[in-house]
């Protein structure tokens, strides 16, 4: 038996008035997922508990059958360990994602436009991140590139500071969300002089693309301590993501990272070609398991696109389940799969939400009595609720299902 997870990140939302009250999972078409979930288990599940952040970090987690409140200690420890970073005990890290704000006022004054600086490719980041790094690195703050706009910084007996996602603040003026750590406070402002007016963000602005004009901390932690994911479910495992999150997650886990070309955590994405990995991880390499990650569906609704939301959520259907499916049935191999989100990114705010989100479970062996589509309201009618989101790996390895 095979297993395999299927992860829409922030694919979940609420109903929508301009859908007539659905939501963007119930009107992407998605005849695979559906088909599916005529045969398979679905419920709710919580994946965030109540005193921790609603971030991918902790939901990822649970999804991935670790319980956030034993192991969960920060989500850029976690980026620091796909990066490659050696973190010391002593050690602090921190997210340092490049942004776009608003340009005529003063610093304190500015607005978050946009939290990903327009999807920036990770080559322009590159550069950028070099000019902070070459005007603001000291030995008590290294800089490290990560992929598109998200990097990281590592504080030399730093402190978890309070900062804020800037995700959760776009559009809002900036000031009362600065770090209280002066420090950090006065990185970020020297950013915005680096980078306001290097040729990156001059030749992007003249494509009409959103320059990436200042740095912002957030997601501080210290370091991580994840148990071995084989020795915790006797299972071989790979990981497929293009973020630096997830496939932290995986080293800390033990776990294979499959890297693939293309793969960019936006709506353009490999997405065959992330399924086409998983597919090999499972029958050519023989691996038990494997978590397919894809960013796309959070992008789309923290940039609170609606019509971008749904694509993503259809490709995944089409381009990456439809795909796994298939050639793992023509290979005559018996497997399950989990689909489902790690959180809701509801398109009204924006952000994450600690929602229960929805998920099912497709045996290829046996069939359930199901619900007649995979959204929001068809795990809410199964009348299934899991308390605890990390339990759900449990339902997937187990060998049945009520």
Known sequence: MKYIVVLGDGMADNPIESLGGKTPLQEAKTPMMDEMAKVSLQGLTYTVPSNLPAGSDVANLAMLGYDPQQYYSGRSPLEALSIGVDMKDTDIAIRCNIVTLSEDEPYEEKKILDHSSGEITTEEAKILIAAVKKELETD?????????????????????????????????????????????????????????????????????????????????????????????????????????????IAVGADMLNLDVEGANGGLDTNYEGKANAAIQALTDEGRDFVYVHVEAPDEMGHQGSLPDKIKAIEYLDQRVIKVIVDELKKAGEDFRMLVGPDHPTPIAIRTHSKDPIPFMIYDSTKEVEGQNEYSEAAAKNAGLVVEHGYNVMDMLLENNLR
């Open 140 to 248: 008590e703050f290294k800089y490290y590139p990560g992929v598109s706009y998200r990097h990281l910084t590592i504080w030399d007996h730093g402190e978890v500071a309070e900062l804020t996602p800037p995700h959760d603040i776009l559009e809002k003026t900036i000031g009362e969300y600065l770090p209280k750590e002066e420090k950090l406070k006065d990185m970020m402002k020297k950013s915005y002089d680096i980078l306001k007016d290097h040729p990156i963000n001059k030749a992007r602005m003249e494509k009409g693309l959103n320059p990436a004009n200042s740095i912002w901390f957030w997601g501080a932690g210290t370091k991580p301590a994840l148990d071995n994911f084989e020795a915790k479910t006797g299972k071989t495992g790979a990981m497929v993501s293009a973020v630096d999150l997830l496939k932290g």
